[in-house]
Each structure stands twice: as C-alpha cells, then as structure tokens.
C-alpha cells in the first residue's frame, strides 16, 4: 500500500449501494417503533448494516454514501450528529 492509500483508504471497499428508509413526518417527530437503520453494499460484494439513527435530528440519503468508505460513511454521520 503507498502512502497516499495508508492515508486516504484508497485500497479500502467503497459503498455502491445503499438502503436508507423513507422518514415519515410522524418519524421526525418521535414517533417509530425502532431507529431507521441503513443497510449497504460494499465494493468487495459485503453488505451489513452500516448504522442505525434517529430521524428526528439527522437524515441520510442514498446519494450521500455512495462511493464512501465505512470510515467516512460514519465520520459523515459523526458530523451531522455535531452539527445538531
């Protein structure tokens, strides 16, 4: 691995696909019976559930995660989670 990889996951799997769920309004309110979860599929044909959150102070669209790593998938939710 060269030193631009080491520092950039450049070797690591990437997000091609993803499953956020559809947040109702009643959702952003408070009101589910468990947290949404987002399901994804990564480059090296793995896929599992990336995180859980909660509707009414973050959202997440496929779009977003897409071409992401794990790493930064969960940085960007770290952050949206800081920014609330």
Do not use: C, W
Not at 3 to 29: C, K, L, Q, W
Not at 38 to 59: C, G, H, Q, T, W
Not at 61 to 67: A, D, F, R, S
């Amino acid at each position: 691995m060269n030193n631009f990889s080491e520092r950039f996951g450049a070797d690591d799997p990437t997000i091609v696909d993803a499953h956020v769920p559809e947040i109702t309004d009643a959702m952003r309110e408070g009101y589910y019976d468990e947290l949404p979860r987002v399901m994804v599929a990564y480059s090296n044909n793995v896929e599992e559930k990336l995180f859980d959150f909660f509707p009414e102070e973050i959202a997440f669209t496929k779009e977003e995660l897409i071409g992401l790593t794990k790493e930064q998938a969960l940085k960007l939710k770290e952050k949206k989670m800081n920014e609330v």
